[in-house]
């Protein structure tokens, strides 16, 4: 599954991923899922100039999950309601985003420190949902003070792996019992970076304790590591399916060794062929930098790229500077070894 992630899970990073696909007979995109980046519940009901472009499913709607931040109970179910009329696969609320502006409202991981808030507002979401799949995608727990929620007793406080884990169990298994049907756990606190890793034998302890399906997200860098985590149970990629689209694709290929022929030189070019076709002409640079931020570390010399593609106002600006280094470097056109 590829990550929500802000300003990059749109459609033109889908479409650059699905491009991959299929490259050597291998099934293509089947049961790939795509999450859109948060979406805000508020926006979306208000109907902001952008949300239609925020709404495009495209290139494959019924593998497109659309994730819906917020705080207000009524919102998020308003909003549930108008997207499960919409043709996708499913929706997903955002417990995960530990970002202080997103908290400080309420939304993201402010959720998981209030079992009983959250599980009413999932009951309230859940009533509204009624074709599509309700997924939530959480971290391991909602303070970022180091202590477990508010609904914790108080010796729980200074929180040990053992009351990490018995906070998660019982938050989930609320959202279980509201009629979620799927988990992703991003298996971080509420206040950690991404320098700490990502404790994945939280997930398979999750997985131990839940009837429904658990997906596990974070740090997975190559194909190989995606592979060896789909085998475990459902797999969630965002940065490294910015710096690798052909991710998916080369774990898919029948030894899990094969990558499809990339030309990291034409593969930026044609996302910003896609940026510019997909989103709106105000999201453009934003958007490309937040690409290159990432693609370009398959380069030798790629923060001296970034400075460089960072000064650019235009996307036609960025295009020439990115061929211009490649005429210097033509080398640099193949990827890293995976
Ligand atoms: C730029 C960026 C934006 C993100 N935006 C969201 C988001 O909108 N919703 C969400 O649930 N998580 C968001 N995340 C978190 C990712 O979905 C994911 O949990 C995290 O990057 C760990 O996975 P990774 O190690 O494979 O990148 C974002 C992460 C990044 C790097």
């Not at 391991?140 to 929180?159: C, H, I, N, V």
Request: with cysteine; proline share 7%; glycine share 10%.
């Amino acid at each position: 599954m590829l990550a929500p992630m802000a300003e990059i899970s749109h459609r033109a990073l889908r479409e650059l991923i699905e491009g991959f696909e299929g490259f050597a007979g291998e099934p293509g995109g089947e049961g790939q899922e795509y999450f859109t980046e948060m979406l805000s519940a508020g926006a979306l009901l208000g109907g902001g100039p952008f949300e239609s472009w925020y709404l495009d499913a495209g290139p494959c709607p019924r593998r497109l999950v659309y994730q819906l931040a917020g705080a207000d109970p009524a919102r998020l179910e308003r909003a549930a309601a108008l997207l499960d009329r919409r043709d996708c696969l499913g929706i997903d609320i955002n417990m995960g985003c530990a970002a202080p502006a997103i908290r400080r409202t309420g939304a993201g991981t402010a959720w998981m420190a209030d079992i009983n808030k959250a599980a009413a507002m999932i009951g309230r979401v859940r009533d509204a949902v009624r074709q599509r799949r309700l997924s939530v995608k959480l971290r391991l727990d909602g303070s970022p003070g180091g202590g477990l929620g508010t609904a914790a007793p108080p010796q729980e406080r200074a929180a040990g792996p053992a009351d990490i884990l018995e906070y998660l169990v019982r938050f989930c298994r609320r959202l279980e019992a509201e009629g979620v049907e799927l988990i992703t756990l991003h298996p971080r606190r509420a206040g950690e970076k991404f320098k700490r890793r990502a404790r994945w034998e939280y997930v398979e302890a999750l997985r131990r304790e839940l009837a429904i399906p658990v997906a596990g997200n974070g740090d997975i860098g190559t194909a190989a590591e995606l592979l060896r985590r789909a085998g475990e149970g459902r797999a969630m990629v965002g940065r490294a399916a910015v710096r690798q689209p052909w991710i998916f694709a080369e774990a898919r290929s029948p030894a899990g060794t094969g990558r499809p022929p990339v030309n990291l030189e034409e593969t930026a070019l044609r996302f910003l062929e896609l940026l510019a076709r997909y989103q709106p002409p105000e999201f453009h640079i934003s958007r490309a930098r937040r690409f290159f931020n990432y693609f370009c570390d398959n380069l030798k010399w790629g923060t001296h790229v970034k400075n460089l593609l960072n000064r650019e106002q235009s996307l036609g600006g960025i295009e020439r500077a990115w061929k211009a280094y490649f005429a210097a470097h033509p080398e640099e056109s193949l990827p890293p070894p995976g």
